[in-house]
């Protein structure tokens, strides 16, 4: 059970927990986190606090997510909002190709009164350099966590963080402004842009979803978007082939603004228990440009299907 702060003792956002609540994920941490060392996964576990200068230009979308403290050095710091900025920067200076596992907490504000906490238990697969198509890493990691996640129910939606940014290339936007609309579903703001730039893909992009989106994006897309169009729907299809439950989202982009060609999420009983991408763009900001692709599972969304 969840102690909630019924006499405000804790801030808000942040639970106490017993019984089940606080088992059950720990054994799902150490299941995975077994399973990958036995598979030849790295496990790393990277320290809880990082130097914010290292996320300024690696932001989530919305910045006032992070938990900012100061150091003793005065240095200011943030509290891991994410175990794949962190790997990279342990492994942007090597060559080998990796494969490594990770599980634990991050943190994040949520929105006032929302219910959600800030913390968040993840656990997640990040293929350094590998050779593997895409799809086979996502069917990698369906594999690795079919003993945590039913399968039964798990919608995948494709999109491309490619896509988002030949649009805004095409129109003359910065990226980033166009990819953080986007992921906030600010419609507002994107039809605005549609109009000042005479651009009227960009508002249609939060829409094109599900099944009849190809068609929708093919009969509105310049020459350049189609090679990044025919990989979203490669993928689609050999997840499908696959048996599994997948279709497409061109206006998602990723929490973060690393993200650089397929993103991938994944949800059951409409909460996404699943997401990740390929952002090979990421090492080149901690030392140099490796290929680079990873998935996470969010185990508070877990637990409020499984529960």
């Known amino acids: ?23 059950r994920p720990k054994r799902w941490l150490m299941s995975f986190l077994d399973q990958a060392a036995t598979n030849g996964y790295s496990v790393i576990e990277p320290p809880l606090v990082e130097y914010y200068s290292h996320y300024q230009d690696l932001a989530l979308f919305d910045e006032s ?18 175990y794949t900025l962190q790997i990279a920067r342990k492994l942007a200076d090597g060559s080998e190709p990796m494969r490594v596992a990770y599980a634990g907490a991050v943190y994040r504000r949520t929105p006032k009164h929302s219910g959600q906490p800030h913390e968040r238990l993840q656990l997640g697969l990040e293929w350094i350099d590998g050779e593997s198509d ?11 966590t079919e003993r945590i996640m039913p ?11 490619a896509l988002v940014a030949e649009v805004a290339e095409a129109a003359g936007i910065p990226e980033r402004t166009l990819r953080q609309y986007l992921a906030l579903r600010n419609l507002e703001s994107l039809r605005d842009l549609a109009e000042t730039y ?39 299809e050999h997840l499908r082939a ?7 989202d061109f206006g998602q982009t990723g929490d973060f603004d690393y993200y650089s060609g397929l993103t991938v999420t994944g949800t059951i009983d409409g909460r996404r228990v699943l997401s990740g991408g390929r952002y090979d763009s990421l090492y080149g900001h901690f030392g140099q440009s490796r290929r680079a692709f990873g998935l996470s599972l969010d185990l508070e969304q877990l637990g409020e299907v499984m529960s």
């Not at 997510?65 to 994410?82: I, K, Q, S, T």
């Not at 696959?242 to 497409?248: R, V």
């Open 1 to 23: 059970m969840i102690w909630f702060n019924t006499k405000g003792s804790i801030p808000e956002g942040w639970h106490e927990l017993e019984g089940e609540d606080v088992l």
């Open 65 to 82: 997510a992070y938990y900012r403290l100061f150091g003793n050095d005065g240095e200011l710091l943030v509290m891991r909002p994410d």
């Open 134 to 144: 895409d799809t086979e890493l996502i069917e990698s990691f369906l594999k690795m």
């Open 151 to 161: 399968q039964d129910g798990l919608r995948i939606q494709v999109g491309s963080a």
């Open 198 to 236: 005479r651009y009227p893909l960009i508002a249609k992009l939060p829409f094109l979803i599900g099944d009849s989106a190809v068609a929708e994006l093919r009969a509105e897309a310049d020459e350049s978007l189609r090679p990044v169009i025919d990989e979203v729907e490669r993928a689609v």
């Open 242 to 248: 696959i048996g599994l439950n997948a279709s497409y």
